[in-house]
């Protein structure tokens, strides 16, 4: 009988010295989807360990950002800091096991170390001399770091899901640091521990973390522990192949929601950022979870466009239901404001209004800013003050024109978009006009813009009263 596989176990390990960024997003999303489709587990670890730099807004700043994404993580959040027991406690077991050993270096000796190294050209920048010294040696009450011993011959291997087989030459390597003269562990010793004791199966990361893929290994080999499988995923680039900066997109999820994406939008999208499922650009839930697999993430570079988010964007709109969208608007509303007063806006009429003409604006709109500024039409105080493109169309031909048509606008009883229509095509077949003629300067005195849901829309939504006043406005009638 075959031995039953181990269950998927990923994790994703921030540190929290700043926002949830797009690739650290990616990464998340990445771990999700591949302990999702395994029925495995993701945890989240907070890496706090730089107690300077590590912040409580942060850290509610990477779990808003997760919760947003709807990437859940299973059971509760590990804090690396309050492990650091643990952390000293394997330290001290790869010191008795002989896998490790006191370096009393002082701070001047590792710089002549480094810059010797370095100016002769090689690789390692710690000469080990404290590697077969008895510790006797040393000053009493000197100060010592531990250091892992490190092989000094042979390879590091890593199988790595992603980059292929990687070999390191272990006469390239130091004798790192595990723990440091204060006691503190080092990231290198932190994160093998934490892997271990939280059953971690994958490490899923970015390639900048492959140099430490070979560090770690060896912390795990020294335990006789089980070496995760790896995959180190390329990082993001700007649309010009340049390293991702502000202006390409590096900005912390909580940006992209104030913009207006949507989160199934931006989990479509971050999927497709490094890795293809043949042709398939539009992926639900269902399908990301089941056809996600490491290999099938590119090693080069993804390369972030923000026209193909606000394109994708504007499909996902166009999908959403018209009640969600308004529920998600409302969401919105605190970051949209500025500083304006605009949650008293939506009154229960302004929401049955919104929802008339949903239909029509989400057809336009890329993200949920366009649909709120397709909404102002509605609630906007009079008088509007006309775009500079409605100005244009309002000429004192088109005043007159709507002067007219207010005259027999006024006529109708039972107010809605089809007796609207039908007086608007008599007002065009008796004046000798094509349609568009009274449409276009009656939307720009109705909306303020030349762009609007359909005319007829327009007037049902506003109502009689509301649309004659802003004809008056225009008109002066």
């Given at each position: 009988?075959?031995?039953?596989?181990?269950?998927?176990?990923?994790?994703?390990?921030?540190?929290?010295?700043?926002?949830?960024?797009?690739?650290?997003?990616?990464?998340?999303?990445?771990?999700?989807?591949?302990?999702?489709?395994?029925?495995?587990?993701?945890?989240?670890?907070?890496?706090?360990?730089?107690?300077?730099?590590?912040?409580?807004?942060?850290?509610?700043?990477?779990?808003?950002?997760?919760?947003?994404?709807?990437?859940?993580?299973?059971?509760?959040?590990?804090?690396?800091?309050?492990?650091?027991?643990?952390?000293?406690?394997?330290?001290?077991?790869?010191?008795?096991?002989?896998?490790?050993?006191?370096?009393?270096?002082?701070?001047?000796?590792?710089?002549?170390?480094?810059?010797?190294?370095?100016?002769?050209?090689?690789?390692?920048?710690?000469?080990?001399?404290?590697?077969?010294?008895?510790?006797?040696?040393?000053?009493?009450?000197?100060?010592?770091?531990?250091?892992?011993?490190?092989?000094?011959?042979?390879?590091?291997?890593?199988?790595?899901?992603?980059?292929?087989?990687?070999?390191?030459?272990?006469?390239?390597?130091?004798?790192?640091?595990?723990?440091?003269?204060?006691?503190?562990?080092?990231?290198?010793?932190?994160?093998?521990?934490?892997?271990?004791?939280?059953?971690?199966?994958?490490?899923?990361?970015?390639?900048?973390?492959?140099?430490?893929?070979?560090?770690?290994?060896?912390?795990?080999?020294?335990?006789?522990?089980?070496?995760?499988?790896?995959?180190?995923?390329?990082?993001?680039?700007?649309?010009?192949?340049?390293?991702?900066?502000?202006?390409?997109?590096?900005?912390?999820?909580?940006?992209?929601?104030?913009?207006?994406?949507?989160?199934?939008?931006?989990?479509?999208?971050?999927?497709?950022?490094?890795?293809?499922?043949?042709?398939?650009?539009?992926?639900?839930?269902?399908?990301?979870?089941?056809?996600?697999?490491?290999?099938?993430?590119?090693?080069?570079?993804?390369?972030?466009?923000?026209?193909?988010?606000?394109?994708?964007?504007?499909?996902?709109?166009?999908?959403?239901?018209?009640?969600?969208?308004?529920?998600?608007?409302?969401?919105?509303?605190?970051?949209?404001?500025?500083?304006?007063?605009?949650?008293?806006?939506?009154?229960?009429?302004?929401?049955?209004?919104?929802?008339?003409?949903?239909?029509?604006?989400?057809e336009r709109a890329k993200t949920l800013i366009d649909l709120f500024e397709g909404t102002k039409f509605i609630w906007a105080p009079?008088?509007?003050?006309?775009?500079?493109?409605?100005?244009?169309?309002?000429?004192?031909?088109?005043?007159?024109?709507?002067?007219?048509?207010?005259?027999?606008?006024?006529?109708?009883?039972d107010w809605s978009a089809a007796s609207t229509e039908a007086i608007l095509r008599g007002y065009a077949e008796k004046a000798g006009?094509?349609?568009?003629?009274?449409?276009?300067?009656?939307?720009?005195?109705?909306?303020?813009?030349?762009?609007?849901?359909?005319?007829?829309?327009?007037?049902?939504?506003?109502?009689?009263?509301?649309?004659?006043?802003?004809?008056?406005?225009?008109?002066?009638?």
């Amino acid at each position: 009988m075959q031995p039953a596989m181990a269950s998927v176990v990923t994790r994703f390990a921030p540190s929290p010295t700043g926002f949830l960024h797009i690739g650290g997003a990616r990464t998340a999303l990445f771990n999700w989807l591949y302990a999702r489709g395994r029925s495995g587990k993701m945890l989240l670890r907070i890496e706090d360990t730089d107690r300077e730099r590590s912040t409580a807004a942060a850290i509610a700043a990477i779990i808003d950002g997760l919760t947003w994404l709807g990437l859940h993580w299973d059971g509760e959040i590990v804090f690396q800091f309050s492990r650091a027991a643990r952390h000293r406690e394997v330290a001290e077991q790869m010191l008795a096991a002989g896998h490790a050993y006191r370096c009393y270096c002082t701070p001047d000796e590792l710089k002549d170390m480094r810059e010797r190294a370095r100016a002769e050209g090689r690789a390692r920048l710690y000469d080990g001399r404290w590697r077969d010294r008895d510790p006797k040696d040393a000053p009493a009450g000197a100060p010592f770091a531990i250091r892992l011993k490190a092989p000094l011959i042979g390879e590091t291997i890593v199988e790595d899901q992603v980059q292929g087989r990687v070999a390191w030459q272990n006469e390239n390597l130091d004798d790192f640091i595990l723990l440091r003269s204060d006691g503190t562990p080092t990231y290198m010793l932190a994160v093998v521990v934490d892997d271990h004791d939280m059953n971690v199966t994958h490490i899923i990361r970015g390639d900048d973390h492959l140099n430490n893929g070979a560090r770690q290994t060896q912390i795990y080999q020294a335990m006789g522990w089980n070496v995760p499988a790896m995959a180190h995923i390329p990082l993001i680039h700007g649309p010009d192949g340049s390293k991702l900066s502000k202006r390409h997109g590096a900005l912390g999820v909580e940006a992209y929601r104030a913009m207006g994406y949507l989160p199934s939008a931006m989990r479509n999208y971050l999927v497709r950022l490094g890795w293809a499922h043949g042709d398939q650009e539009i992926f639900s839930n269902e399908e990301m979870i089941k056809a996600f697999d490491l290999p099938q993430i590119g090693r080069s570079p993804a390369r972030f466009d923000f026209a193909k988010l606000e394109n994708l964007n504007g499909h996902y709109i166009r999908g959403t239901a018209d009640t969600e969208l308004l529920a998600a608007l409302e969401q919105l509303l605190p970051e949209i404001a500025g500083g304006r007063d605009l949650m008293g806006l939506l009154t229960p009429q302004l929401r049955v209004q919104i929802l008339s003409v949903m239909p029509a604006l989400k057809e336009r709109a890329k993200t949920l800013i366009d649909l709120f500024e397709g909404t102002k039409f509605i609630w906007a105080p009079r008088p509007l003050v006309p775009d500079a493109a409605a100005k244009v169309v309002l000429t004192d031909e088109a005043k007159a024109t709507l002067g007219a048509v207010q005259a027999d606008l006024n006529k109708i009883d039972d107010w809605s978009a089809a007796s609207t229509e039908a007086i608007l095509r008599g007002y065009a077949e008796k004046a000798g006009v094509k349609l568009g003629a009274v449409a276009q300067p009656l939307r720009a005195a109705l909306t303020g813009r030349t762009t609007s849901p359909p005319i007829f829309d327009v007037l049902a939504v506003l109502g009689k009263a509301e649309t004659l006043a802003r004809l008056r406005d225009q008109t002066g009638a």
